[in-house]
């Protein structure tokens, strides 16, 4: 069984601060975890994955993860936040094992970047 | 290359209606998978096609179906619609490489934002 566990429903951090953003995960397996962004009315889009290579994952604009599995987390973070990174953050975990491949959902994290 | 298209971006329906998107993936990608946004339910899988084969199922009445065609584009309908069915629609396009599906990554669309009235 797997599930996502987005520890932060809002966020919200001032321009030019850090952002952290969290997530934890279970699996039954080796997982492939992702971080996507949703701006408004938009599709998603991918910022990182881990594929259990490097456990410190660089992504586009300026964001990275690190998977942890000790603490089974995989946690998104900036060190400087911009008023465009205000949008919907999403965790993802995919696994395959057997026949079966599942792609597992965290619920979101609205980040809100003030002036 | 181009990315993932769907069309129409917006549609309004009544209920009892029935109503199909339409999906066209990356070139080259062979996955497809669909789907439902809904602000009280968040992202739900609805579906999974691969070579013109319903590949992987998730938990929706059998109101909601999909195809794919021999060119990867696909296609989902619902029929009978309800007012709960008022979502954004997304599709998401993956190459499905052989032997690493595990890590393979999903292309998502715009989305088509379906209102039921």
């Known amino acids: 069984a797997q599930s996502v566990t987005q520890l932060d429903s809002h966020v919200s951090v001032s321009e030019g601060t850090p952002v952290l953003l969290r997530c934890n995960y279970s699996s039954s397996y080796s997982p492939s975890l992702f971080w996507y962004v949703q701006h408004p009315n938009k599709g998603l889009q991918l910022l990182l994955k881990?594929?259990?290579?490097?456990?410190l994952v660089k992504g586009i604009n300026g964001f990275e993860a690190e998977f942890k599995k000790s603490e089974t987390s995989f946690h998104l973070t900036k060190p400087s936040a911009h008023m465009s990174d205000a949008a919907e953050y999403f965790c993802?975990?995919?696994?395959?094992?057997?026949?079966?491949?599942?792609?597992?959902f965290g619920a979101g994290t609205t980040v809100t970047v003030r002036a | 290359k181009a990315g993932v298209t769907q069309t129409p971006r917006y549609l309004i329906k009544t209920r009892g209606q029935q109503v199909t998107l339409s999906c066209s993936p990356i070139s080259g990608h062979r996955s497809v998978s669909w789907y439902q946004q809904t602000p009280g339910q968040g992202l739900q899988f609805l579906f999974e096609?691969?070579?013109?084969?319903?590949?992987n199922k998730g938990n929706f009445p059998g109101r909601f179906s999909g195809r794919q065609f021999s060119n990867s584009r696909s296609e989902m309908n619902v029929s009978t619609l309800e007012l709960g069915d008022s979502a954004l629609y997304l599709c998401?396009?993956?190459?499905?490489?052989?032997?690493?599906?595990?890590?393979?990554?999903?292309?998502f669309g715009p989305g088509t934002r379906l209102t039921v009235l």
């Open positions: 096609y691969f070579s013109e084969t319903q590949r």
């Open positions: 881990y594929t259990s290579a490097a456990t």
């Open positions: 998401a396009s993956s190459l499905d490489p052989k032997g690493r599906r595990n890590t393979d990554t999903q292309y």
């Open positions: 993802v975990v995919s696994e395959f094992s057997s026949n079966d491949y599942k792609l597992s």
